[in-house]
């Protein structure tokens, strides 16, 4: 979390408009949905690393690593949808194999099925990794304040996306703590240790909510956060990026539609 | 001359305790003053703080901002919270947003400045508390100084008469502590009050013009440097000036 939020506030766009980017993040992920094509998908997944790591200038192994994980994830995910599991022999017609008491057993169509799902699930992630990588959260909150999403949920994003680092800090302060004084030494040393830190950092979040309720009232608090909106750079070539964009992947899904 | 801060024998203990926090303090602050509070660690100076902006209400006794009663009504507060400001000991109890320049605006928007004003202020009192090339970094990327720095310019931008620094310089390094100090005497030279808690005792000495101590929520002393220096009693109240030696 740290290292992508150390990008976001260090890359080539960062001054652009939060509501450009996302604009082209959002144009991708419809048309990754509407042609639901694994070729549209991939090609999304190829614009995002180029845009992130030529354009953005973040290293190329910062959005693959993030890529890994969320691929990782939907991996697990389709393996569901490619793979059977039965107590019968499913069929002639599937490849089967015979585990332990269990059919385990695919065929051509789940294997596409999952591929597909997989492609496209992927293309979106690479969309929002763009997204994420390029723009801080400040930035996202401000975009939504813009578009007035609920003053309630905007403030509870602003409050809850600090306080994140400040109990992080002190997570890792108690934790060092704990381990001087050899807290980890032992699985069930660890595990008590890891209860102890836990309901500690709970007991420090809620003395800092109240100290930080009366700092903010100190300086004028009478219910919304009103805070200045950000300032940004408008800059052109995102929607070239966008046109181009959209028509290589509007071009990739029809002729994949015509070949299936 | 009204003062522009006073407590007049307030008494103050917090729910679910029986030991009163403040028994009967009362203190009285002059425009342009630079203050020290000093006294033992749960001596009430947080809490005599914390009444000067309406935080906490006395059980008995009363607090005047600018020679008018502190009124507790939400118009009053916000009035009392415009003329007194308090920065707290540490940063990250008051820096609510990851954006600096956010955090820093809150206040005066708050007082109902336009977005235009409020932009111009921020700006103003960036450069004042040298936090300029700090606006578009995230609040938590900073170091304990530059946060400190922050929190003291988001509660600068309100303007307030008083600003009431809770034990702000504890954990700065001297060329830090040397930086706020610069921006204290600009405010003072001003015409703003300011407060600072502290177990400096050096800084008592030698940049206060009126040193306050307070023991068990009272305040024992309010004068001069040379004067409460002087008093052995109170010397020895406020504990050895050199705590490395070895006593007996």
Known sequence: M????????????????PAQKASLTVLAMLLCF???RPAVGLLTLGWMFVLTSVWAQVPPRVFGRTL????????????????????DHPGVNRAAWHIGGLWVSTDANAISLAFQLFARALGCAAALNFLILTTPLTDLIDLMRRLHVSETLIELMTLIYRTIFVLLDSLQR?????????GFSSPGRALRSMALLGSQLFLDAYRRSWRMQMALKSRGLEGALRVL?????????????GTALGVSLVVAGIVSCRQF | MPSVLEWNDVYYTFPGTSMPALRGASLRLEYGQRVVLLGRNGAGKSTLLLHANGILRPSAGTVHIAGTPLDYSQHGLRIARRQVGLVFQNPDDQLFSASVAQDISFGPLNMGLSITATRQRVSQVAVRCGVSDLLDRPTHALSGGQKARVALAGVLAMEPRVILADETIAGLDPWMQQQVFVIFNQLVAEGTTVLLATHALDVARHWADLVVVMESGCVVAADTPAQVFADQTLCEL???????KETG
């Open chain 1, 2 to 17: 740290r290292t992508i939020d150390r990008y976001a506030y260090s890359n080539a766009l960062r001054r652009v408009d």
């Open chain 1, 34 to 36: 509407l042609f639901d």
């Open chain 1, 68 to 87: 890994l994980a969320e691929g990782l994830f939907l991996i697990l995910s389709v393996i569901g949808i490619a793979i059977s599991v039965s107590l």
């Open chain 1, 174 to 182: 108690m934790a060092i703590a704990q381990a001087a004084r050899l």
């Open chain 1, 229 to 241: 909106p950000l300032e940004y750079v408008y800059d052109r070539r995102i929607w070239w990026v």
């Open chain 2, 238 to 244: 406020l504990g050895p000036p050199d705590p490395w």
